[in-house]
């Protein structure tokens, strides 16, 4: 419908890649600066905790960068799928879930990381 738009599928792949990259930074920094905090309320360990910070930082500057762009992309998938099982099946919660906090959320990140999987980042990526 509008063929014209399609110039700018790199650009958009961009800022997909960015605001993937945001959200994955952002949270593995609040694992990693309060590891021991954020342990308890996820209900895993503090060691584990700190290799899920690490995970969702090194996966999102590879996704921002476009370094393994879809190695990255297939990793935070991976983590996404482990937070969707645990709201599921551990906290029993719903899509939707009680104030926002359902597995909704992390079912767009595996779907906005998909699209970075099958376009490989857009041409705009240094390494895919």
């Known amino acids: 419908m509008f ?3 399609f110039q700018f599928a790199d650009w ?3 800022l997909l890649r960015l605001m993937v990259a945001a959200v994955f930074v952002t949270s593995g920094s609040s694992h990693l600066k309060d590891p021991k905090g954020r342990a308890a309320s996820i209900g895993m360990s503090a060691g584990f905790t ?3 910070g690490l995970a969702e930082v090194a996966g999102g500057l590879g996704v921002a960068f ?3 762009t879809q190695l990255a992309a297939a990793g935070l998938i991976l983590l996404m799928l482990g937070a969707i099982q645990k709201k599921i099946f551990v906290w029993h919660t719903g899509f939707w879930g009680g104030k926002s906090s359902g597995w909704h959320y992390d079912l ?3 779907v906005m ?3 970075i999987i099958c376009t490989g980042g857009g041409r705009l990526a240094l390494w895919k």
Do not use: A, D, K, T
Request: net charge neutral.
């Open 113 to 115: 990381n998909l699209v």
């Open 66 to 68: 476009g370094v393994m």
């Open 108 to 110: 767009m990140l595996v």
């Open 3 to 5: 063929p014209q738009l």
């Open 50 to 52: 700190v290799f899920l």
């Open 12 to 14: 958009s792949l961009l």
